[in-house]
């Protein structure tokens, strides 16, 4: 698969990873390079990484605890600390090698240590492969808060190896996907249409869907880096989304979703909302749904939590002067950006996801 670039970085595939890594530590002259782990990937993918990089240059290994739990700035400060007690200065090279709260923190961490050391993306879950790892954007939780911390800034390299995702339970390759079958919906039909039959997709099938995914993505936020306009339509089904994946990790009685779960979810809402108020074809929603919950099954939102989750998507990002701000569809691959929807209309749309 070939090479994409876009804003300052090169995203490689598989085969072409290491060689170009390898040849980016020789051409920079790093003075000390550090891999951010977490406990997985410490034990399942940092020893096969380790065996492709050739360099004599001084490797340290810091690990923090996996989960979105914490992604905060907390463990940023301990990043942080631990790059200074091993005498990292700004020629030296950060690596994230994780899933989404791997590359996110890593790389605010790189950015905001001695104003930018480089940094490198090594994404090793699906989500992370087609979403965290692409696009810029870093930062840390606040609170159960989703991402409110952070600044634009594009790694040096993504590294898209998908052995990595040999190591991945079952739940978390789903998760990946739902932000893939959201490029589709917002993007092209014709590749929405190649997930319709998922029992025949094979490997090979599976690296070429994700570097499409990459490339749609890549497309977006090529034109609009900073999510002034045609970025936001990257957000389809996370107004909600993200609002219930909060309530769900803050609320102890409720079983955590992870993000692509709670995405889903948040994407059957938000084409019932569009058959409401842009002409969205009620039919295409009723089998997005259908879909979408025999392959993800159904979580139970209960009538009093309607509500507290409503509230939360006050905290959404593409909110501006007051206002919630949707991502809508007309079609397939047509979305429309910054809509205005009654609490009526929300509350219907949690009780067709119900039905």
Not at 52 to 68: A, C, D, K, R
Request: net charge negative; with cysteine.
């Amino acid at each position: 698969m070939d090479s994409i670039s876009t804003n300052n970085c090169t995203i490689h595939f598989n085969n072409i990873c290491y060689p170009s890594l390898n040849k980016h530590i020789k051409e920079n002259n790093f003075s000390k390079i550090f891999i951010l782990v977490d406990e997985n990937t410490h034990e399942f993918c940092l020893p096969y990484f380790l065996k492709q990089v050739e360099t004599e240059i001084t490797i340290e290994i810091i690990e923090i605890e996996s989960g979105e739990i914490n992604k905060t700035i907390d463990t940023c400060v301990g990043v942080w600390n631990t790059l200074s007690e091993l005498d990292a200065d700004r020629k030296s090279l950060l690596i994230n090698i994780g899933g989404g709260v791997i590359t996110d923190l890593g790389g605010f961490v790189a950015c905001t240590f001695k104003r930018s050391i480089a940094y490198v993306n090594v994404p090793t879950t699906l989500l992370s492969m087609v979403d965290a790892s692409v696009g810029g954007k870093t930062g840390v939780d606040l609170g159960h808060l989703k991402n409110q911390i952070g600044v634009i800034s594009n790694p040096d390299l993504v590294l898209i190896d998908t052995q990595y995702l040999a190591t991945l339970p079952q739940n978390q390759m789903r998760s990946g996907l739902a932000e893939m079958l959201k490029h589709g919906l917002i993007s092209d039909i014709n590749y929405w249409n190649k997930f319709q039959d998922l029992s025949k997709l094979n490997a090979d099938d599976l690296d070429q869907l994700i570097h499409e995914s990459v490339l749609i993505k890549k497309n977006v936020v090529e034109v609009d880096p900073y999510e002034n306009g045609l970025r936001k339509t990257l957000n389809f089904g996370h107004t909600l989304g993200h609002a219930i994946e909060t309530y769900f990790l803050s609320n102890p009685n409720k079983t955590t979703l992870l993000h692509g779960e709670a995405i889903i979810i948040g994407m059957i809402l938000a084409s019932y909302i569009s058959t409401e108020l842009t002409g969205f074809s009620k039919e295409t929603t009723l089998k997005i749904k259908e879909f979408f919950t025999e392959y993800y099954g159904k979580v139970e939102i209960t009538e009093d939590e309607r509500k507290p989750i409503m509230e939360l998507m006050k905290y959404d990002k593409k909110n501006n002067h007051g206002n919630i701000n949707f991502v809508l569809l007309e079609d397939i691959g047509k979305p429309k950006i910054d809509c205005l929807v009654d609490d009526d209309i929300i509350i219907d749309a949690f009780k067709f996801y119900a039905s």
